[in-house]
T-cell receptor, first 116, second 116 residues
Framework: AQKITQTQPGMFVQEKEAVTLDCTYD???????LFWYKQPSSGEMIFLIY??????QNATEGRYSLNFQKARKSANLVISASQLGDSAMYFC?????????????FGTGTKLQVIP | NAGVMQNPRHLVRRRGQEARLRCSPM?????VYWYRQLPEEGLKFMVY????????ESGMPKERFSAEFPKEGPSILRIQQVVRGDSAAYFC??????????????FGEGSRLTVL
């Protein structure tokens, strides 16, 4: 079974609009963390946002917010007020385990294109 | 405070040669992960190491690939007798240990292997 599922291979959004990138996960571990990374065409991996499984509130970082629904095992990324520079691949990832063992698995990514 | 350093950034090898990719984690980080990214695809987990130990190598091909993270020095991903299908970007990431509230996984800029 896939640990991290991103069902949207590609998305388009109008500049200045908000967009939601979907991510669902599968784990039986009570301790886990969820990440979103951005990979522009230049290839580097840019950390955007992190949510711990025990965090009570949804994580926010500037224009990025993570819509964490634990019961549904979803961790969607919301980008508000999209900018042309947001065009990139976006990867959802999950870290399982605590302390000595922490495996991190990535989804297949969503390619976001912001339209002027 | 240097980030995760990977070298070489670009490597060209002929079929049958060996490729060695190096990764120096961030200072104080004891967990290292290697991922492979084929063109237009997501990050595929290869191996997870801590100092002097391979924790999880479930993503490593059974033959020709090996990894190490010695007590001193960088982590090395070694590919023997390379084939064209090994052409990819290889990313290294590091994190601290000790619990899920360790935040992001820090990535290097990747090593791009081309096999002729």
């Amino acid at each position: 079974a896939q640990k991290i599922t991103q069902t949207q291979p590609g998305m388009f959004v109008q500049e200045k609009e908000a967009v939601t990138l979907d991510c669902t996960y599968d784990t039986s571990d009570p301790s886990y963390g969820l990440f979103w990374y951005k990979q522009p065409s230049s290839g580097e991996m840019i950390f955007l946002i992190y949510q711990g499984s025990y965090d009570q509130q949804n994580a926010t970082e500037g224009r990025y917010s993570l819509n964490f629904q634990k019961a549904r095992k979803s961790a969607n990324l919301v980008i508000s007020a999209s900018q042309l520079g947001d065009s990139a691949m976006y990867f959802c990832a999950m870290r399982e385990g605590d302390g000595g063992y922490q495996k991190v698995t990535f989804g297949t990514g969503t390619k976001l294109q912001v339209i002027p | 405070n240097a980030g995760v350093m990977q070298n070489p950034r670009h490597l060209v090898r002929r079929r049958g040669q060996e490729a060695r990719l190096r990764c120096s984690p961030m200072k104080g980080h004891s967990h290292v992960y290697w991922y492979r990214q084929l063109p237009e695809e997501g990050l595929k987990f290869m191996v997870y190491l801590q100092k002097e130990n391979i924790i999880d190598e479930s993503g490593m091909p059974k033959e020709r690939f090996s990894a190490e993270f010695p007590k001193e020095g960088p982590s090395i991903l070694r590919i023997q007798q390379v084939v064209r299908g090994d052409s990819a970007a290889y990313f290294c990431a590091s994190s601290t240990g000790g619990g899920i509230y360790t935040g992001e996984l820090f990535f290097g800029e990747g090593s791009r292997l081309t096999v002729l």
